[in-house]
């Protein structure tokens, strides 16, 4: 049902494209109920639209953009379409302040905001309509962030900055918060088309809106795409250190590799990716359903390839994998399915009542390069969550706002997976593996309260105080409480100063191993933060806002000789104390034709303390070496810009500058001197320079229903391929990929 190895996909996009044509031709009528309710706000000045009442994004009870609490970042589906990005990955790093992209060789691609980034994706949420959508056995984040259809999003908030008090265990570091087009946001029938050259991609896209009545309606998309990516010329993977290989090659630092790897970005295992969004809404009620698959290839890591000491491999194993080509391409997939259903209860004009019940499913499969051989590193699994959820929104008077609620979640561990895993490969599912326990299937409950106050003190004050306490059997309570006070002095200016404690359990898998080997309850990651915000509408055309912030966080990470009693297993687990601080500067133009975004973040580690006997991968500060980040760039600058020529024709560009990496140097070094049989050349700098990523569009209009656009991507790697690299973060010696310099072509028809 959810799962074809053949799956035919030309065959079947050409079908789709052809009977959509025909329906174009047919039905041209259909053409006069597109539309969208929120081409208004377009009209808007900055001003205008601060002031705007919004669903509680930072919050639980209602507010206007401006006095959100909260650092956060509003990428329209406009903005989205300009920036021409090829994944939610790639849009979030273009639009959101101060967050970063990183690659890892043994899992998906990180992202990470302020210097929290790990080797997981377990620091951040990720919701579609309020819905969390986070794995959590295994992994985090994974579903919906690869993808290259963006057509059934309306827009994307992304809290920047702790939000567990809002949305729970796990709103560490952001929160990224899809908002899908539905009947009252788009209306007709409209199909698009992608192609990418360089980075080869092909998607299709097909929405459908539909009122029923001036409160409700229909909706329903279906997105397509087949991602083969960039092949090693243009997209070449780098070493950090000279190795010697199974085959008793040289590798040198700095150099292209001569092994075959896999395209750059490419799908794993190449199958096509599929996003599906079905929406009835009438009035108070919804109900919606969502399917995505996905997933990506990693590159080999130098470890995999090398002999000992250089690496994991002996002479012996020349007998199962005589070539490079014998390997298996390591990577992961996902497949999710999620059903929602909500119901607005109107009490009276000062109290509503939201309730919502939703099922998620979620498969995960990870392969590594020796999978014939290693089944402990392949992992398979599926786990489905019941979630119910409750919260009261009371309006007292015109001082107090006060919202209450509770949440129920019943998550089920280690059930049969509906298509995964591969059968050409030797996997395990996780809670079978050596070192994750034998426990075939277990289940686990998480309770949860929380509660906001929004005391409105004066004409220019506001506070709000909030907290949120989550409960299950394997930890203790969870208690992220939350204050915010507001500082308004004029229409133009607005103070926020935030003081919070966010807190996250760690994986399921890593909480079941513990409780089965030493009946122990698992530690909680904790972070208390403090952040100051000052915004200032300087005029109609010009708004800009800086942040500073500090934070004190108990970290979870990875390390390879974690153990409970007397058994070493490898996983996550408690490795120290991290404080943290930095300063955000955000500016926004917007007059006439000519829209301009501008933000620079820098962030700087204050001190590590590292836990006694772990292995830590995220700085070698506590052990001499540097005073820096291993795994960011202390300094990143973004600019995003668009440019209407006519009504028929704009020009877009943007640019992401990652100013260098210092603390990878610093731990490059420390590894190399203290317990790496990895050698470099002295002076090899050339992973912690500058990363410059430059995209450049041009979109055409020709008339109201049919939009054209161009898209250049990681231009500046025609000067040179440096400008355009990625690190390997988690790795300890630097290596990186660059990105392909590309181009794509896109059609979309509103009918």
């Given at each position: 049902m959810f799962y074809s190895e053949k799956f035919p996909v030309k065959g079947h996009v050409a079908f789709v494209i052809l009977v959509w044509f025909f329906l174009l031709l047919l039905f041209p009528s259909l053409a006069k109920?597109?539309?969208?309710?929120?081409?208004?706000?377009?009209?808007?000045?900055?001003?205008?639209?601060?002031?705007?009442?919004?669903?509680?994004?930072?919050?639980?009870?209602?507010?206007?953009?401006?006095?959100?609490?909260?650092?956060?970042?509003?990428?329209?589906?406009?903005?989205?379409?300009?920036?021409?990005?090829?994944?939610?990955?790639?849009?979030?790093?273009?639009?959101?302040?101060?967050?970063?992209?990183?690659?890892?060789?043994?899992?998906?691609?990180?992202?990470?905001?302020?210097?929290?980034?790990?080797?997981?994706?377990?620091?951040?949420?990720?919701?579609?309509?309020?819905?969390?959508?986070?794995?959590?056995?295994?992994?985090?984040?994974?579903?919906?962030?690869?993808?290259?259809?963006?057509?059934?999003?309306?827009?994307?908030?992304?809290?920047?900055?702790?939000?567990?008090?809002?949305?729970?265990?796990?709103?560490?570091?952001?929160?990224?918060?899809?908002?899908t087009l539905n009947a009252l946001t788009f209306e007709g029938l409209?199909?698009?088309?992608?192609?990418?050259?360089?980075?080869?991609?092909?998607?299709?896209?097909?929405?459908?809106?539909?009122?029923?009545?001036?409160?409700?309606?229909?909706?329903?998309?279906?997105?397509?795409?087949?991602?083969?990516?960039?092949?090693?010329?243009?997209?070449?993977?780098?070493?950090?250190?000279?190795?010697?290989?199974?085959?008793?090659?040289?590798?040198?630092?700095?150099?292209?590799?001569?092994?075959?790897?896999?395209?750059?970005?490419?799908?794993?295992?190449?199958?096509?990716?599929?996003?599906?969004?079905?929406?009835?809404?009438?009035?108070?009620?919804?109900?919606?359903?969502?399917?995505?698959?996905?997933?990506?290839?990693?590159?080999?890591?130098?470890?995999?390839?090398?002999?000992?000491?250089?690496?994991?491999?002996?002479?012996?194993?020349?007998?199962?994998?005589?070539?490079?080509?014998?390997?298996?391409?390591?990577?992961?997939?996902?497949?999710?399915?999620?059903?929602?259903?909500?119901?607005?209860?109107?009490?009276?004009?000062?109290?509503?009542?939201?309730?919502?019940?939703?099922?998620d499913l979620f498969d995960f499969e990870r392969a590594s390069f020796n999978s014939k051989k290693n089944a402990q590193w392949n992992l398979s699994h599926r786990e489905d969550e019941y979630l119910f959820r409750s919260l009261l929104n009371w309006e007292i008077d015109d001082k107090h706002s006060l919202a209450f609620g509770g949440e129920w979640s019943h998550e089920i561990f280690g059930l049969d997976s509906l298509g995964f895993p591969h059968d050409d490969v030797m996997l395990a599912p996780f809670e079978r593996a050596p070192f994750f326990g034998d426990t075939p299937r277990w289940a686990r409950d998480t309770y949860s309260l929380m509660g906001?106050?929004?005391?409105?003190?004066?004409?220019?004050?506001?506070?709000?105080?909030?907290?949120?306490?989550?409960?299950?059997?394997?930890?203790?309570?969870?208690?992220?409480?939350?204050?915010?006070?507001?500082?308004?002095?004029?229409?133009?200016?607005?103070?926020?100063?935030?003081?919070?404690?966010?807190?996250?359990?760690?994986?399921?898998?890593?909480?079941?191993?513990?409780?089965?080997?030493?009946?122990?309850?698992?530690?909680?990651?904790?972070?208390?933060?403090?952040?100051?915000?000052?915004?200032?509408?300087?005029?109609?055309?010009?708004?800009?806002?800086?942040?500073?912030?500090?934070?004190?966080?108990?970290?979870?990470?990875?390390?390879?000789?974690?153990?409970?009693?007397?058994?070493?297993y490898g996983g996550t687990t408690n490795v120290g104390d991290s404080q943290q601080y930095g300063l955000e500067l955000e500016v926004r133009y917007q007059k006439g034709a000519l829209s301009v975004l501008g933000s620079h973040g820098f962030t700087k580690l204050l001190d590590f303390n590292n836990n006694q006997g772990v292995t830590n991968i995220l700085s070698s500060e506590p052990f001499g070496y540097g005073d820096d980040l291993a795994n960011w760039s202390n300094h990143i600058t973004k600019v995003v810009g668009t440019y209407r020529i006519t009504e028929q024709w704009n020009v877009s560009g943007n640019t992401r500058i990652y100013w260098g990496f210092p603390g990878a140097k610093s731990y490059a070094k420390y590894v190399t001197d203290s317990r790496s049989p990895y050698s470099r050349e002295p002076g090899y700098d050339d992973p912690y320079g500058p990363s410059v990523f430059v995209g450049l569009g041009v979109q055409y209009q020709p008339e109201e229903s049919l939009t054209l656009r161009l898209d250049g991507h990681d231009l500046l790697g025609l000067v040179d391929k440096k400008y355009n690299k990625t690190l390997y973060g988690f790795n300890s010696y630097a290596d990186y990929r660059s990105s392909a310099p590309a181009v794509s072509f896109s059609l979309s028809y509103k009918f």
């Amino acid at each position: 049902m959810f799962y074809s190895e053949k799956f035919p996909v030309k065959g079947h996009v050409a079908f789709v494209i052809l009977v959509w044509f025909f329906l174009l031709l047919l039905f041209p009528s259909l053409a006069k109920a597109q539309g969208d309710i929120n081409d208004d706000l377009l009209e808007m000045s900055l001003e205008e639209l601060m002031a705007v009442e919004i669903e509680p994004t930072a919050t639980l009870t209602p507010t206007s953009r401006r006095m959100q609490p909260s650092a956060v970042t509003t990428i329209t589906k406009e903005e989205i379409q300009a920036s021409g990005a090829r994944s939610l990955n790639e849009l979030l790093d273009i639009y959101v302040p101060n967050l970063q992209m990183i690659l890892h060789h043994w899992e998906s691609r990180h992202l990470g905001m302020r210097g929290i980034i790990n080797d997981r994706e377990e620091k951040y949420l990720l919701l579609v309509n309020g819905r969390v959508m986070n794995e959590r056995s295994h992994y985090g984040v994974l579903s919906e962030r690869d993808l290259s259809m963006f057509g059934d999003i309306h827009h994307i908030d992304v809290i920047r900055g702790p939000g567990s008090a809002i949305y729970g265990a796990g709103a560490v570091s952001m929160v990224i918060s899809i908002t899908t087009l539905n009947a009252l946001t788009f209306e007709g029938l409209e199909v698009s088309h992608r192609t990418g050259a360089v980075e080869e991609f092909y998607n299709l896209e097909l929405k459908y809106g539909k009122r029923t009545s001036d409160e409700g309606g229909f909706f329903a998309y279906f997105g397509i795409d087949e991602y083969k990516g960039a092949d090693q010329d243009d997209a070449p993977f780098v070493l950090g250190a000279d190795f010697n290989d199974l085959w008793g090659r040289r590798q040198e630092a700095g150099e292209e590799v001569d092994y075959k790897i896999n395209d750059y970005r490419e799908a794993y295992r190449g199958l096509s990716r599929i996003k599906t969004h079905l929406e009835y809404t009438d009035g108070p009620f919804e109900v919606w359903a969502r399917y995505t698959r996905g997933g990506e290839n990693y590159t080999f890591a130098q470890d995999n390839l090398g002999t000992t000491p250089h690496g994991w491999m002996s002479g012996a194993d020349l007998g199962t994998y005589p070539t490079y080509n014998h390997f298996y391409q390591p990577g992961s997939g996902y497949q999710q399915f999620t059903l929602f259903g909500g119901y607005k209860q109107e009490i009276s004009d000062a109290v509503t009542i939201d309730y919502s019940l939703s099922y998620d499913l979620f498969d995960f499969e990870r392969a590594s390069f020796n999978s014939k051989k290693n089944a402990q590193w392949n992992l398979s699994h599926r786990e489905d969550e019941y979630l119910f959820r409750s919260l009261l929104n009371w309006e007292i008077d015109d001082k107090h706002s006060l919202a209450f609620g509770g949440e129920w979640s019943h998550e089920i561990f280690g059930l049969d997976s509906l298509g995964f895993p591969h059968d050409d490969v030797m996997l395990a599912p996780f809670e079978r593996a050596p070192f994750f326990g034998d426990t075939p299937r277990w289940a686990r409950d998480t309770y949860s309260l929380m509660g906001e106050e929004q005391w409105r003190l004066s004409d220019e004050w506001t506070a709000f105080v909030g907290a949120r306490v989550d409960k299950t059997r394997l930890t203790d309570y969870l208690f992220s409480p939350r204050l915010s006070l507001m500082f308004a002095p004029n229409a133009q200016q607005t103070w926020k100063v935030t003081g919070a404690r966010s807190q996250r359990m760690t994986f399921a898998e890593q909480m079941q191993h513990r409780w089965e080997l030493a009946g122990e309850e698992s530690d909680s990651e904790e972070m208390d933060s403090v952040e100051l915000r000052y915004e200032h509408q300087l005029s109609p055309d010009l708004w800009y806002a800086v942040t500073g912030f500090y934070f004190d966080l108990d970290v979870i990470a990875w390390d390879a000789g974690a153990s409970y009693g007397q058994t070493t297993y490898g996983g996550t687990t408690n490795v120290g104390d991290s404080q943290q601080y930095g300063l955000e500067l955000e500016v926004r133009y917007q007059k006439g034709a000519l829209s301009v975004l501008g933000s620079h973040g820098f962030t700087k580690l204050l001190d590590f303390n590292n836990n006694q006997g772990v292995t830590n991968i995220l700085s070698s500060e506590p052990f001499g070496y540097g005073d820096d980040l291993a795994n960011w760039s202390n300094h990143i600058t973004k600019v995003v810009g668009t440019y209407r020529i006519t009504e028929q024709w704009n020009v877009s560009g943007n640019t992401r500058i990652y100013w260098g990496f210092p603390g990878a140097k610093s731990y490059a070094k420390y590894v190399t001197d203290s317990r790496s049989p990895y050698s470099r050349e002295p002076g090899y700098d050339d992973p912690y320079g500058p990363s410059v990523f430059v995209g450049l569009g041009v979109q055409y209009q020709p008339e109201e229903s049919l939009t054209l656009r161009l898209d250049g991507h990681d231009l500046l790697g025609l000067v040179d391929k440096k400008y355009n690299k990625t690190l390997y973060g988690f790795n300890s010696y630097a290596d990186y990929r660059s990105s392909a310099p590309a181009v794509s072509f896109s059609l979309s028809y509103k009918f």
